[in-house]
């Protein structure tokens, strides 16, 4: 058996194994010379405060070595060395090349598990005799190179076993788990600059039933926080989490939780039928809603804005798909109750039959990070765990520790960013932000995007000089509520994109309208009302698309099509004032390479499909609600 130390040596040996097992010449595993790696993080600009409201970009979904599942597969950065790299700095990577952005984000924030906080590391530190049996039988299942599926597998998704629940587990694990909840908020406060940057605390709950993904990231708005994270252990159902946090909220501790990426939750995360298996109360609803305003739909495990199988008629549907389970056997997810669009759908549905809506909820992207980074650049992508994807030759299928059969790297996404309008660039207006849905996700661009609708806004409001004055006091930002009234006819959208100053240009904008019919049915339809390059929808609606100017063998793209900018108000031809509906923006960018060909280019291998993609950003809902 080796011992702890033993153990951060083998990870390390480990590493270069897989490596030298790739067969290849890696280039990410060589100095690099861009003098962004030597260079110290940037000043912060303030940006002060607009009461029109602000874009600020973030990752409310990072991981550091205080988690478990982090630790264990090589990462060893702490949660300032994430504040430090969120704010432009260079960290070291878990295979031990330098990373950092190609620029600062705004806000970010620490989630690390509150299972096992702090457990693995700590346990790795120890000389001394067993402290803590039930961890030091997890951690010792793969402790002689023989790092199997099984040890990941006990690891990651038996957290919540009875056999944890010991009284060795209790005292240990507690005092542990305090110290590191202890580490993560000092961290917080150390880097939090108001005006310049801003951090959370917050940690990530990690129910994991039947090995269906439930989990949700627990966001505080400011630095008055429980004595330690509510974890699965003590409560296991998410309803056990919300009375939770509304318990912290009347103590004086406003809180949100995040619910993530549902794509492989089996169906779970958005399910018809709610807690108890009877349909959703007015009462559950309101909670569940209350607690969980804003939903990730865009991450590193793909996106879960829609599926093929629900959307049939979206020709984007099947953007940066990972539509297979966490375990072994990479079973197929159920994309019934999987994909955030389905769920608005299905909220419209209950609210027409039974008067309560559980699925009202913006969007936001993160990355999901375990490298103490937000790795969403596709041209700079770093993966998700050392062990598994820390070098270009793992990331393409190369893995010491999975078959390639079940290597689930190269289909994970570089991706995703969480887009805030806010007044500052602090704790309270971010989260209040977030609070009224003001939100949006992007797949890692900084698209910008205004997104307004109105009963009697103008044609030409887009290109207004006070377009943003006139659109807050005529109508709503996205995650507002459009009430109809008699005679108003169809409502208006104002949309506007920008693209991300450093990135791609512009394909076009498009709105997913989801409405219920008088039977209470739901149906969506996606309509393209903006196009580049002088595109206009044919008889069904749809716009041409443009050429790709990606090159695959140099992994390079070029702004020769498409557009910097976007804009226009659409009216909804289809519009009934009788039925209940939602309104998103979706704006595609032109065509770029994917990081899976930017690590073939450098490896000289071929790209795997897809070898490109268009990124995009999607906006939080508007609701129309009938007048009665």
Same mark, same amino acid.
């Given at each position: 058996? /080796? ?83 969120? *704010? ?13 952005? =190609? ?41 002689? /190179? ?7 597998? *006990? ?6 076993? @009875? ?58 708005? @400011? ?21 939770? /946090? ?103 549905? =209950? *609210? ?20 103490? +980074? ?9 993966? *998700? ?7 270009? @030759? ?22 995703? /960013? ?24 992007? =797949? ?35 995650? @507002? ?50 196009? +580049? ?96």
């Amino acid at each position: 058996m /080796l011992r702890p130390r033993a153990r951060v040596r083998l990870v390390g040996a480990l590493i270069a194994v897989a490596c030298a097992a790739c067969g290849v010449d890696d280039p990410t595993l060589q100095p690099r010379d861009d003098p962004r790696f030597s260079a110290p993080p940037p000043d912060l600009p303030d940006r002060g405060h607009v009461a029109t409201r602000q874009v600020f970009f973030g990752d409310l979904h990072i991981h550091t070595s205080l988690s478990y599942d982090a630790y264990t597969f090589g990462v060893r950065a702490l949660p300032d060395d994430a504040y430090v790299y969120a *704010k432009g700095g260079t960290i070291s990577h878990g295979v031990g090349y330098p990373i950092r952005a =190609s620029r600062p984000l705004d806000f970010a924030a620490v989630t690390d598990h509150a299972e096992y906080l702090g457990a693995a590391r700590w346990l790795d530190e120890q000389e001394g005799p067993d402290r803590g049996p039930t961890l030091r039988q997890v951690l010792d299942t793969g402790s002689r /190179l023989r790092i199997t599926w099984n040890f990941i597998e *006990k690891a990651l998704f038996q957290m919540a076993s @009875g056999d944890i629940r010991d009284a060795s587990f209790r005292q240990t694990g507690e005092e542990v788990a305090t110290r590191a909840w202890r580490e993560i908020q000092d961290a917080a406060a150390r880097h939090d600059e108001p005006g310049r940057f801003t951090t959370f605390v917050a940690y990530e709950w990690s129910a994991m039933p039947d090995e269906e993904n439930l989990h949700r990231n627990v966001v505080y708005r @400011g630095s008055r926080v429980p004595g330690l994270p509510v974890s699965s252990i003590d409560a296991p159902d998410p309803e056990d989490l919300w009375n939770a /946090l509304d318990a912290q909220r009347a103590a004086g501790m406003p809180v949100l939780a995040i619910p993530h990426n549902a794509n492989v939750s089996n169906g779970r995360m958005y399910a018809r039928l709610g807690p108890g298996g009877e349909p959703w109360s007015a009462a559950q609803a309101e909670t569940r809603t209350r607690n969980e305003p804003v939903h990730e739909i865009l991450q590193v495990k793909g996106q879960s804005e829609t599926h093929p199988a629900l959307s049939p008629s979206d020709e984007f549907a099947d953007f940066e798909l990972f539509d297979r389970m966490l375990d072994a056997r990479a079973s197929p997810s159920e994309p019934r109750g999987s994909y955030a669009r389905d769920a608005l759908r299905a909220g419209l549905e =209950s *609210k027409a039959q039974r008067g309560s809506n559980p699925f009202r909820f913006g969007f936001l992207g993160s990355s999901d990070s375990h490298n103490a +980074s937000s790795s969403v650049e596709e041209d700079d992508y770093h993966g *998700k765990l050392p062990l598994l994807d820390g070098t270009a @030759g793992l990331r393409l299928g190369a893995s010491l520790l999975l078959p390639k059969s079940q290597n689930r790297a190269v289909r994970w996404s570089a991706a995703g /960013l969480a887009a805030v309008w806010a007044e500052e660039n602090t704790r309270g207006a971010l989260f209040d932000a977030m609070r009224r849905m003001e939100t949006y996700a992007t =797949s890692g661009p900084r698209i910008t995007v205004r997104f307004f609708g109105g009963l009697a806004f103008a044609e030409g409001l887009v290109d207004h000089p006070g377009f943003v004055e006139r659109a807050y006091a005529a109508g709503v930002p996205m995650g @507002g509520t459009l009430v109809a009234s008699p005679g108003s006819g169809a409502p208006r959208f104002a949309v506007v994109a920008q693209r991300d100053p450093i990135g791609a240009n512009l394909d076009r904008i498009q709105i997913v309208k989801g409405w219920v019919d008088d039977a209470g049915r739901s149906h969506e339809r996606v309509f393209d009302v903006a196009a +580049s390059d002088g595109r206009v929808p044919d008889a069904s609606g749809r716009v041409a698309p443009l050429p790709s100017t990606v090159d695959l063998a140099t992994a390079t793209y070029e702004n020769r099509v498409g557009a910097p900018r976007l804009a226009t108000v659409w009216r909804d031809p289809e519009f009934d004032p009788d039925h209940e509906a939602f309104y998103y923006a979706r704006v595609l960018e032109i065509a770029t390479p994917r990081w899976s060909t930017h690590d073939a280019v450098a490896l000289g291998v071929p790209a795997p499909e897809p070898a490109t993609l268009q990124e995009r950003a999607i906006t939080s809902a508007i609701w129309l609600r009938p007048a009665d």
